[in-house]
């Protein structure tokens, strides 16, 4: 099954996964920042600026990874998929062209103000600074999900005689019917994996010195963000649960593991799809839970896969268990929310090993949930690229097998190395707890201990409005 | 309204501006990691990095808007581009990954092997990704096989002594920006060695570009045909007068120590050689079949990024030139910037 069809698959799975895990750390941790520098201007307090500091150095990290990963991704639909480049270019290319002209050169743009500039422009121009790139990640997410959506559910467009798709509506294309589903859920998706890694990050600092204010201060905002945004999240998941099935419901029939359509179909909790009997075996059910859920209605009725022929079904195993990791993490996510609530009521939210314990093994919670939930829309969105249009065997570029295996071994290597080290360098950042008077992401920062070295960083301090 | 101009004309201008703008801006950043090879000294490369690090990202991004822009507007072109020259393309991304992670990383490096590791990555990659652009431009211009709107070439057409010597040139180009950017941004020793770096470089330049320029013609009738042409001639015949004239311009600039006018010389030779090129190719976009107006995007597409293109490129020139000032002067050892 090695064939070149299949590697480029892998390739480009390979390359978005460890992409995609970036720009949404880059999402979330560029509206914290955003926040954590409001407050520090609104209120005057050094520890929001300790704290913004504390994470700018990670976003100066993530950041980068994130820009070199990307311009991977905007030259792999021309080196992998040149028959879908040359088909669905005029509809989407546009949109991935306003992307670049609204977003990455906003983000650019200010980037290198926000994380050096702070002495230079000053605290207001520089929380412009911060705002700016902020806004461009959420433009940024905007486009991307746009292409994204309309590749799930494309409309807008007419079909050239040979078989390329042609604008006809461009606010058809961009405000296709899933975008409105597929946009916040990112969005948050992007917020819950960053408020649990800061409340990890915050959390492990809790465990070793409860009275460090700034780790108090991490910790607690995360939790408000699990018990807010996670349910949110739920509720969002459960629209674009509604979404797909009115538009998807191949998708849906394989993340559910339904064979056959049915009135008062069961929720399949657990089971192994099978793909050859079309069957979900060792199944546990719960009865008339299925119609209930998806059609909110005892004996709604229920598509199954034996709707679809066989060749336009998607690979079943593999939606069907993404689909219950990340479903499985975001109640996880909800629950460790309430308990935070509760902890928070009686006084003991910074002093319970229990809840600091739950909430560093939960670091990376919400990437594993987003990276699994992508696995969901996009295996589901099989076999074709664009759904119902464009089969991805027809998508592909005419590279022999050789060619794309080379490069998929040299991406492998590469990016294992290169994020491997990223990460090293992202979790020793992380192992140092923040300190009062932390300094900035100057590049000697390493070698400098910050709070024994406090030039700059008392400089800044005269700045801020309060002091 | 928009859609009864000729869209593929103004894009094909519009998409040579933005390939331009890469070549100037990342050339120099490009350029100050090649240079690693012959600054070995730490506290000069932490100067030398400092001086990009707060743009090589926006520099960076006029490449995604080249491979972006050409996907929107051109995607014949970049579907067959693309697979021609898979190796070249793939190897400089990768490059360039390791080049992006070396800013960041190499501060971050604890032990001294790991810091050296770090340098080396970002020495390499500049350079690889450099010398992988030119092999592009090289395989580019000699010419890709197209049949029924796919790439129909092998796997090496790419690999020739003309795409090579592009990839020489790129790299000995990228070198020069770099060392007469660092003239300019930098004080002491290191300003005075990359003065006689920039010298050395530039002769190489002068030689490469002479090189080039004689055999581009020869790749295709056409070419040579707009180059000897009329009216070719009268555009094609001031780029040598004016490559001389820069020179000697250069020249002055490095014997009376001027601290930008090199750079300004070096990126004027990019623009020269850049329309010389534009010369070549025009009207075609893959030489030697398929041009502008047969890569391009229905008018439908071409208008609506456009919309977008004329209002958002002069206000991202705008607050592109505001960083750059923001960062203006000279970088200082041991601090970041003063």
């Not at chain 1, 961009?174 to 946009?183: A, T």
């Not at chain 1, 690979?315 to 996880?332: K, T």
């Not at chain 2, 047969?294 to 490129?313: D, M, N, R, W, Y």
Request: aromatic share 14%; hydrophobic share 55%.
């Amino acid at each position: 099954m090695l064939d070149a069809l299949f590697l480029a698959r892998l390739q480009f799975s390979f390359t978005i996964g460890f992409h995609i895990v970036l720009p949404a750390f880059s999402i979330g941790l560029a509206s914290y920042l955003m926040v954590l520098e409001g407050l520090w201007l609104r209120t005057g307090k050094r520890v929001y600026l300790d704290l913004f500091q504390y994470w700018v150095k990670a976003f100066s990290l993530v950041f980068a990874m994130g820009v070199v990963s990307g311009l991977v991704m905007s030259y792999e639909f021309g080196t992998n998929w040149s028959a879908f480049a040359d088909k669905a270019g005029p509809v989407i290319g546009p949109l991935m062209g306003y992307e670049v002209l609204t977003a990455f050169f906003l983000e650019a743009g200010f980037l290198g103000i926000m994380l050096f500039g702070l002495e230079k422009v000053g605290p207001k121009l520089h929380f412009l600074a911060t705002c700016i790139v902020a806004v461009g990640t959420l433009a940024s997410a905007f486009w991307i999900m746009s292409v994204n959506s309309w590749m799930q559910t494309p409309q807008g467009y007419s079909l050239s005689p040979d078989g390329r798709f042609l604008p006809v509506d461009w606010r058809a294309i961009i405000f296709n019917p899933s975008f409105f589903y597929h946009l916040p859920h990112m969005v948050l998706a992007s917020y819950l994996s960053v408020a649990f890694f800061v409340g990890a990050v915050g959390a492990r600092h809790l465990l070793r010195n409860p009275s460090n204010p700034a780790s108090r201060i991490m910790f607690s905002m995360a939790m408000w963000m699990a018990l807010l945004v996670a349910p949110l999240q739920i509720v969002v998941g459960d629209m674009t649960g509604l979404n797909t099935r009115a538009y998807q419901p191949a998708k849906l029939a394989a993340l559910e593991g339904d064979w056959t359509t049915t009135k008062g179909a069961p929720l399949i909790l657990f089971g192994m799809p099978n793909m050859q009997t079309q069957t979900t075996d060792y199944a546990l059910a719960v009865p008339h839970f299925g119609s209930l859920i998806l059609t909110h209605d005892w004996n709604g009725e229920v598509k199954g896969l034996d709707d679809f022929k066989p060749e336009d079904r998607p690979f079943s195993p593999v939606v069907f268990w993404a689909f219950r990791v990340m479903v499985g993490l975001g109640l996880m996510m909800a629950l460790l929310g309430f308990a935070g609530l509760a902890l928070r009521r009686g006084g003991a939210l910074y002093h319970n090993g229990l809840l600091l314990r739950a909430m560093v093994v939960m670091a990376p919670s919400g990437f594993i949930a987003l990276l699994a939930g992508w696995v969901v829309t996009e295996v589901g969105r099989q076999p074709f690229t664009v759904y119902g249009m464009l089969r991805t065997a027809q998508s592909v570029s005419p590279i022999a097998t050789p060619g794309v295996a080379i490069s998929l071994a040299a991406f492998a290597v590469v990016y294992l190395t290169v994020f491997g080290a990223g990460l090293v360098f992202l979790l020793r950042m992380m192992a140092r707890s923040p300190v009062a008077g932390e300094s900035g992401p100057t590049p000697d920062e390493p070698s400098r201990t910050a709070g024994l070295a406090p030039g700059p960083a008392a400089q800044v301090a005269a700045l801020a409005p309060g002091a | 309204m928009l859609e009864s101009l000729d869209l593929p004309l103004i894009w094909a201008g519009l998409i040579a501006f933005a390939v331009l703008a890469y070549v100037m801006l990342d050339g120099f950043d490009l350029g100050t990691g090649i240079l690693f090879a012959l600054e070995r000294e730490p506290g000069d490369r932490d100067v030398m990095v400092n001086s990009v690090a707060p743009v090589w990202d926006g520099n960076e991004t006029w490449l995604v808007l080249g491979g972006g822009g050409l996907f929107a507007v051109f995607p014949l072109a970049y579907a067959t581009i693309m697979p021609a020259l898979y190796p070249t393309i793939i190897a400089m991304l990768l490059a360039l990954v390791f080049r992006g992670v070396a800013f960041e990383f190499r501060f971050r490096a604890i032990t001294v092997t790991g810091k050296r590791l770090w340098d080396f990555a970002f020495f390499g990659g500049s350079t690889l990704a450099a010398f992988c652009q030119g092999l592009t431009l090289g395989g580019l211009l000699q010419g890709i096989k197209v049949v029924n709107r796919a790439y129909a070439g092998g796997w090496w057409d790419w690999l020739t002594p003309f795409s090579v010597l592009c990839g020489i040139a790129v790299v000995v180009g990228y070198a020069l920006l770099g060392a007469c950017w660092l003239v300019w941004r930098t004080e002491g020793d290191l300003h005075a060695r990359c003065r006689r770096h920039a010298g050395i470089l530039g002769a190489c330049v002068l030689a490469l570009i002479v090189m080039v320029s004689l055999w581009t013609p020869l790749l295709n009738p056409l070419f040579s045909a707009r180059w000897f042409g009329w009216p070719g001639l009268a555009l094609t015949s001031p780029v040598p007068v004016l490559v001389a004239l820069l020179a000697w311009q250069f020249w002055r600039g490095i014997v009376l120590d001027r601290h930008l006018m090199p750079f300004l010389c070096a990126l004027g030779w990019f623009v020269l050689c850049f329309i010389g090129l534009g010369i070549s190719v025009f009207p075609h976009i893959v030489p030697p079949d398929i041009t502008i107006w047969q890569a391009a995007a229905p008018p439908k597409s071409q208008a609506f990024l456009l919309i977008g293109a004329l209002v958002l490129v002069p206000i991202i020139l705008i607050y592109t030139g505001y960083a750059y000032w923001v960062f203006r002067g000279k970088v200082i050892a041991g601090s970041h910037y003063h």
